[in-house]
């Protein structure tokens, strides 16, 4: 495909990636298992490089309009872009993101490996304040889990401006809501376990660079990371994720007009203090009141699994506080909800069934 500028997301997550169309071809690409590879060859070693990549860093990169890089797993995808800046590197980080980002930045903070200034991504004026001698803006838009939206144009282009690298993790947006490198964005982190590859089968992350020559820089440094590391992608993996992205655009269309209704609902039911639903996206978060409520309502569904991660085809709810790490910008009541593809109505009712039944 030789401009998948032109084309949109939904064609371009059907159609990138694919062996040229020859005579005989298959129309998908091949699973290649294997460690290593006969000398004199494009390959050399399968912690290198790995056919089976290549498809799917070919589709993510187009998605973002950037150059992609498969990693074990979001966190991984994460340590590469931090493995980037030096000892003593200061990184601006939303106070309220993802818990594995910010328990890896308050531990190497304790450690003195680098400095973090935790931030509140919906003030930008504050964010643009931190941005001033710091090394590195991570972003996050929506939050994971308090659903905040980021005015990402906008601190993006001050914190360029302040000579800052900005990496956005644009999970729970996915690049058919928002494309950040279109922004200025230096780097795009997902975790492909999420969206992309959407059947709660797989752990694999992406980063994605700019397609200019500062981009092309980290992209060589973060793919030494990845050799020398050794946070590979398994090619069962990566395939698998590149036939789920193929069907992205259906699944996140439908799963987001479910979470419009599954919002509402949840905003006019008695027992729900608080709905956190962005207006655009997937997830919704609400808070009913206390902990032993937000447990009583996540083990009482049926439908919905009591089950961490989101992003799946299957609807999923936690007491997001549960979890190990979580900082403490949660509510303790708060259940986040990943609203999958399912009949609508079939969602409401068994959630509605939950919801009444909470305990006083
Ligand atoms: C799940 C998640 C991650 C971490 O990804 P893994 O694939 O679990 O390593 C990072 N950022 C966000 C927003 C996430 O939801």
């Not at 993802?98 to 991504?121: I, M, P, S």
Request: charged share 20%; net charge negative.
């Amino acid at each position: 495909m030789s401009h998948p500028e032109d084309l949109a997301p939904a064609t371009i997550a059907v159609t990138s990636g694919r062996p040229e169309p020859t005579p005989g071809a298959p129309v998908n690409p091949p699973l290649v298992l294997t460690s290593t590879y006969v000398a004199d060859g494009p390959t050399n070693y399968a912690r290198v490089d790995q056919p089976t990549w290549t498809p799917f860093e070919e589709a993510v990169g187009a998605l973002e309009g950037g150059e992609a890089l498969v990693f074990s797993s979001g966190m991984a995808a994460t340590a590469a872009v931090l493995s980037l800046f030096a000892h003593g590197a200061i990184v601006v980080a939303p106070a309220a993101a993802y818990n594995g980002v910010v328990v890896t930045l308050t531990e190497r903070a304790a450690r003195g490996d680098l400095e973090v200034r935790w931030v509140d991504v919906t003030d930008p004026d504050a964010v643009l304040a931190a941005c001033q001698g710091a090394d590195l803006l991570w972003l996050e838009s929506p939050t994971n889990p308090l659903l905040d939206l980021a005015d990402l144009p906008t601190l993006i282009r001050g914190a360029r401006e302040a000579g800052v690298v900005v990496a956005v993790d644009n999970t729970f947006a996915t690049p058919l809501l928002q494309r950040p490198l279109a922004d200025g964005a230096d780097l795009v982190v997902h975790s492909a376990t999420k969206y992309l590859s959407g059947h709660s089968d797989v752990i694999l992350g992406v980063v994605v660079a700019a397609p200019d020559e500062d981009g092309r820089l980290l992209r060589e440094q973060l793919a030494r990371h990845r050799t020398l590391h050794g946070a590979i992608a398994g090619p069962f993996e990566t395939w698998l994720a590149l036939r789920g992205l193929r069907t992205l655009a259906v699944r996140f269309e439908r799963a987001c007009a479910n979470a419009a209704v599954i919002a509402e609902r949840c905003a006019a039911h008695p027992a729900v203090r608080r709905t956190r639903y962005p207006g655009l996206g997937a997830m919704v978060s609400i808070e009913v009141g206390s902990i032993k409520r937000a447990e009583a309502l996540a083990a009482t569904t049926r439908l919905w699994s009591n089950s961490t991660s989101l992003g799946g085809v299957e609807s999923q709810l936690e007491r997001r506080r549960r979890q190990p790490g979580e900082p403490e910008t949660t509510p303790d009541d708060l259940v986040r909800l990943s609203v999958g593809i399912e009949d609508v109505a079939d969602l409401w009712a068994d959630l509605e069934v939950a919801l009444d039944a909470l305990p006083t």
